[in-house]
């Protein structure tokens, strides 16, 4: 079910430029596919952290590429999707792998959550900081240090430059020390795949 929320905060040239869930589809198996290295950390989390009746979130959800990967590791507990594409939400819905999908930014998700009082064991971002700015990106990690009982995981890219232009779409860079320098405390951060100075997958987990 996919449930469009007031005040969603949708960026419509993102919404835009994934407009397409086929073509997004070819992408996201050639980017996370079985011979990238990201692909092998991210199942081995889903498997080894993620426990199988956690609460799971997977933001930037896309057309499901998470959500299956989550089915696959037997994972049986709640599954909710968040996206800002119709088209990749609609896709998603179509799998059955998300028993609620929201067309929402990633931090408008959380409010929503709270105000229902659904607790979020864990969450999955891939593949979306790079459209987040270095303010956003910083509200958002702020989200998830607050709001997930477990841990979280994400994946994040650094190019080189501060931003790109892909399309119409904004790029942001991001480094190691950008996502690590507010690692909140009771919270502690392992490396799961990738380069330093590439694109990598990291795992956040409580401690306390």
């Known amino acids: 079910m996919i449930i469009k929320l007031s005040d969603a905060r949708i960026n419509a040239d993102i919404e835009l430029h994934y407009s397409d869930p086929s073509g997004y589809d070819n992408w996201i198996v050639e980017t996370l596919g079985e011979s990238n290295p990201l692909h092998a950390g991210l199942v081995a989390a889903l498997t080894n952290y993620v426990s199988p009746w956690a609460t799971v979130l997977d933001l930037g959800c896309g057309t499901g590429w998470c959500g299956k990967k989550l089915q696959l590791a037997q994972h049986l507990g709640q599954r909710i999707g968040c996206d800002m594409s119709l088209p990749m939400l609609r896709q998603a819905d179509s799998l059955g792998v998300y028993g609620l999908l929201y067309y929402c930014d990633a931090c408008r998700v959380f409010e929503e959550l709270r105000g229902l009082a659904t607790q979020v064991d864990w969450a999955l971002c891939l593949l979306m900081c790079c459209y987040l700015d270095a303010v956003s ?32 779409v904004l790029l942001y860079s991001h480094t190691y020390s950008d996502v690590c320098a507010q690692l909140a405390p009771g919270w502690q951060v392992e490396v799961l795949a990738g380069d330093v100075d590439a694109v990598m997958l990291l795992l956040f987990t409580r401690t306390d």
């Not at 998830?144 to 190019?159: A, M, T, W």
């Open 137 to 168: 990106l910083q509200e958002l990690l702020r989200e998830l240090f607050s709001s997930c009982r477990q841990g979280f995981i994400v994946s994040f890219e650094d190019y080189g430059e501060d931003m790109l232009i892909c399309g119409t």
